[in-house]
């Protein structure tokens, strides 16, 4: 293992009257026999006394790759080189996720996740990006909130797995275009303002102590694309490797944005754009995210919906997966039509509430708050502008680069969404292509998962630049046609029944075509 930490123990000569080397020279010196180009900043440099001279010179030194060079994050009297530790970081606009990683051996010692504090500033990023214009002052309240829920994290973290802090001597991040400018307490206005260009795409390496990070050593963030496309979706790619497979994949991750990368190892073409709050439920009254007591997946049987909820607790509401469910399985029984319009009488669960027909998916018995649950017309609108979008954005792309879906040999479906979605529900719905089952990867939260690879591989980071320097972004903008394609996907699955060959089979066999 290759990881972008490493603790080296020394045994070096006291300084005599024939050896007046220095104290940070004689480190060096033993250091770049085998790390090459290393630096020593001014804040390990002044603490070498009298630490060195106590400890007759063994010391461990704990040291950080960087892009071109490795730098000292930590002096220790005697042999500590066998607690060395870092941390990475899916850093989303709803949620953050940590985990620590013992690096002599890889291993993930504990994982945890969080609200990320930044909500309390607005859900929706535009309105935190509104919240802190022309304010350094609502900036820098924000930037606090990231930094307090990663000091969070940490402090959680440690203290279940009783490792001191000061032993995590790096961290990588990935998250998006605006969260990484939120990190850093840089404005991110200009994301969201023509041109749409960011302040920055690369970070380099940063000392965690100068933004406020509780750890002795430095932070990596992922570079971005564009506005839209984030870090992210660059560690995303790195560890699925698509840009190195021969085979064509399209990877796809669907949250408050939706971003698309399509490729191989000869080239790699992306398109983002904004996909709302439909997929954690925020287009509905009783719309939740994915956790305890959310109604996660749907069936109709006999006329009756069946579900099951996240813990096996009583029903508080529901979440993207069990919303994807609820349309397909209406739609298969004929509770509504092509256009996602609900019909009235084909069930009695289909009621009318405040003059327009919703579905009741749980009754005021059976909800933990005593309330009917139900999914209006409102909200199944809604919710097809982000399956469109989803669909369009496969679709446009393939066209830019003039390939169809049959080129395709890999789907990837990235995000905890992809992993708890049903795949023939979202195929029913017109939310993925209509492609062999076998096409579909769901490889998790790569966001996460891309980072902690590249943790345990410093050689990626050079494969980290190039694949931000191989990616062709096409901002959604120049899509001249992109709402017409939209309006075309609206309904169920699209207006082209023909391009969803195994849809359209099993509504010929419920006479529903």
């Not at 990320?116 to 990006?129: P, T």
């Not at 969070?152 to 203290?159: A, F, K, P, R, V």
């Not at 849809?503 to 419920?510: D, G, I, S």
Request: charge should be negative; proline fraction near 3%; aromatic fraction near 10%.
């Amino acid at each position: 293992m290759k990881a972008l930490s490493e603790k080296v123990f020394l045994k070096l000569d006291m300084p005599n009257s024939k050896d007046r080397k220095s104290d940070r020279d004689r480190i060096l010196d033993k250091l770049k026999i085998k790390y090459k180009n290393v630096d020593m900043p001014y804040k390990i440099t002044k603490d070498l006394y009298p630490k060195c001279r106590e400890s007759n010179f063994e010391i461990t030194v704990t040291l950080v790759k960087r892009t071109y060079d490795w730098v000292v994050t930590r002096i220790e009297q005697g042999d500590k080189t066998d607690k060395n530790y870092g941390l990475c970081v899916d850093l989303g606009s709803t949620t953050v996720i940590m985990r620590l990683v013992d690096l002599n051996t890889g291993d993930i010692v504990v994982e945890e996740g969080c609200f990320n504090k930044q909500i309390s500033f607005g859900e929706d990023i535009l309105n935190r990006i509104f919240y802190t214009r022309n304010s350094k002052e609502k900036l820098y309240e924000i930037h606090k909130a990231t930094i307090y829920t990663f000091s969070e994290l940490i402090d959680i973290i440690t203290e279940k797995s009783k490792i001191n802090s000061e032993d995590i001597s790096v961290m990588t991040v990935a998250g998006n275009t605006t969260m990484i400018h939120f990190l850093l307490n840089i404005d991110p206005w200009t994301i969201f303002q023509m041109p749409y260009t960011p302040i920055f795409n690369h970070t380099g390496f940063i000392s965690c102590d100068e933004i406020g990070i509780p750890i002795k050593g430095y932070l990596y963030c992922f570079p971005s694309v564009a506005n839209y496309l984030g870090g992210d979706i660059v560690s995303g790619v790195l560890f699925t490797e698509i840009y190195k497979q021969k085979e064509l994949s399209a990877f796809i991750d669907i949250g408050t944005n939706g971003e698309l990368v399509i490729g191989n190892e000869e080239f790699l073409v992306a398109v983002a754009g904004a996909a709302g709050p439909a997929l954690e439920g925020g287009i509905s009254k009783f719309g939740m995210r994915a956790k305890e007591g959310a109604i996660d997946t749907i069936k109709i049987v006999d006329n009756n919906i069946k579900y099951t909820t996240i813990e096996n607790k009583k029903p508080l509401g529901i979440c993207g997966s069990g919303i994807v469910d609820l349309l397909s399985e209406m739609f298969l029984n004929g509770w509504i039509d092509f256009s996602g319009e609900l019909r009235e009488n084909t069930s009695k669960n289909i009621i009318k509430v405040n003059s327009q027909l919703a579905v009741e998916y749980a009754t005021k018995e059976e909800s933990e708050n005593h309330e009917s649950l139900i999914f209006t017309q409102s909200d199944i609108n809604q919710f097809l502008k982000t399956k469109s979008a989803a669909h369009t954005m496969v679709a446009f792309l393939l066209e830019e680069v003039g390939l169809t879906l049959n080129d395709l040999d890999k789907f990837y479906v990235a995000g905890a969404f992809g992993v708890h979605l049903d795949i023939e529900s979202a195929v029913t719905i017109g939310m993925y292509p209509d492609l062999p089952r076998e096409k579909f990867e769901c490889p998790g939260n790569s966001s996460l998962k891309g980072a902690y690879k590249l943790l345990t591989d410093r050689d990626l980071l050079s494969e980290i630049d190039d694949i931000v320097e191989k990616i062709n972004y096409i901002g959604l903008e120049d899509a001249k046609d992109f709402i017409e394609k939209m309006r075309a996907a609206s309904f169920l699955p699209h207006t082209n029944i023909d391009n969803y060959p195994t849809v359209k089979q099993k509504l010929l066999e419920r006479g529903l075509l």
